[in-house]
């Protein structure tokens, strides 16, 4: 009986936990930001988007009239205040597929900001919103 029941109640503390989803999951537009100390500012002709599941990312263009286009995937972790996202695909040549980039980010209200130096050098702060 003692046996039995053991492994009943270690089942039964592990379904109580739930694990929380990532804060970054769900769909977020740009809206601007900045690339080496000057303000890049979001695309009026065009919308930037990137949709978070809690382990990957797509990266996509949507354009009046035209059909949306995914431009970039790939897949992340968080660790504390750190994302560290792998592109894992680009319908462009990239410099950096299958590398990993290290960015610092906040979420404030419904805003995602990310910051980073690229391999390139490049210090980058991109804003994002929520929009779903």
């Keep these: 009986m003692k046996k039995s029941i053991l ?3 270690i ?5 109580a936990f739930r ?9 977020w537009e740009y809206r601007g930001g900045i690339i ?5 500012a979001a695309p009026t002709a065009y919308k930037l988007q990137r949709i978070y599941d809690d382990e990957h990312y797509k990266a996509k263009v949507i354009e009046d009239g035209e059909k949306t286009v995914i431009y970039e995937k790939g897949d992340y972790q968080l660790k504390d205040d750190t994302c560290f996202e792998t ?7 990239s410099k950096l597929l299958n ?8 979420i404030s209200n419904d805003t995602l900001k990310l910051l980073s130096v690229l ?6 702060e991109d804003y994002w919103v929520k929009v779903k």
Excluded: H, R
């Design 7 to 9: 492994p009943i109640i």
């Design 11 to 15: 089942t039964l503390l592990l379904c």
């Design 19 to 27: 694990f929380a989803d990532s804060p970054l999951k769900g769909n």
């Design 36 to 40: 080496n100390g000057k303000l890049d």
């Design 87 to 93: 592109q894992t695909y680009c319908m462009q040549e």
């Design 99 to 106: 590398k990993t980039i290290k960015y610092n980010y906040t």
């Design 119 to 124: 391999p390139n050098g490049n210090k980058v």
